[in-house]
């Protein structure tokens, strides 16, 4: 399955040649699914349900689902010094249609046409929709699969415990030793399989195609991008 990229993105970053350029963006967003950027932490947890956060000083991400064109696609919110900053989300390559035309109702006729998509400039928020997933992205594809993965692996490991000790109360009760080694071994198999099967998970996750949906401040995006140069400058001066 072929990836495309529904990706907001600043100006600078656009790599395609122009086909057509309009002057300005009538209907830039102020926010994410009734979200607004800016947002504190707690107003996203409580807005988009995410099923796992990592908050930092400086910047933080959450992990949650996000309904668009009538599917269900995982996504990631990223905080700058605590304030929602981006929301990224991927969607698989068969969707790109509908993801398009939920764009353009919402979001108005892009101001910019290129070989590889399309991009909405605008003077806060910048947006893209690209055919392919920017090479940049694919490490937030397996920080998605990771993390389902490690959740998935944990929810396993204690159900492992909770049966072992359900087993060993069983075992004390009824005064056979042949109760408790029988579940446990069940349920040893089981946590093996399910171990098995997020492994299968986080490999088919990570080899799919997506497009990816990003929406961004464009302070966030040039205060990132200014983060890597100074991190390009810092492992360039590491190794002189």
């Not at 905080?79 to 993801?99: G, I, M, Q």
């Not at 006729?109 to 605008?122: E, V």
Request: aromatic letters at 8%; glycine letters at 6%.
């Amino acid at each position: 399955m072929c990836g495309f990229a529904l990706l907001l993105l600043p100006y600078f970053a656009a790599g395609q040649s122009v086909v057509r350029e309009n002057p300005a963006w009538n209907k830039e967003p102020d926010s994410f699914h009734g979200v607004k950027f800016g947002a504190t932490e707690s107003e996203v947890q409580a807005n988009l349900h995410p099923w796992l956060c990592g908050l930092s000083e400086e910047l933080g991400t959450c992990y949650f689902k996000v309904e668009l064109a009538g599917r269900s696609y995982d996504a990631i919110a990223s905080f700058l010094k605590h304030k929602l900053s981006e929301v990224f989300c991927l969607f698989d390559e068969n969707d790109f249609p509908a993801v398009k035309d939920v764009l353009v109702l919402a979001y108005g006729d892009p101001t910019r046409h290129s070989d590889g998509g399309m991009t909405w400039i605008g003077s806060s928020v910048t947006a893209a929709l690209d055919h392919s997933l920017p090479p940049e992205r694919k490490s937030q594809v397996d920080q998605i699969a990771l993390k389902r993965s490690v959740l998935k692996v944990n929810d396993a490991l204690d159900a492992h415990r909770r049966i072992l000790e359900l087993a060993l109360e069983l075992s004390r009760r009824t005064h056979d030793q042949r109760d408790y080694d029988r579940i446990a071994k069940d349920a040893s198999s089981t946590y093996e399989s399910d171990k098995a099967s997020a492994a299968e998970s986080l490999d088919k996750f990570r080899a799919g195609g997506y497009g990816s949906l990003s929406v961004a401040l464009n302070s966030y995006i040039e205060e990132t991008a200014k983060r890597k140069d100074g991190q390009k400058m810092k492992d360039a001066a590491a190794i002189r």
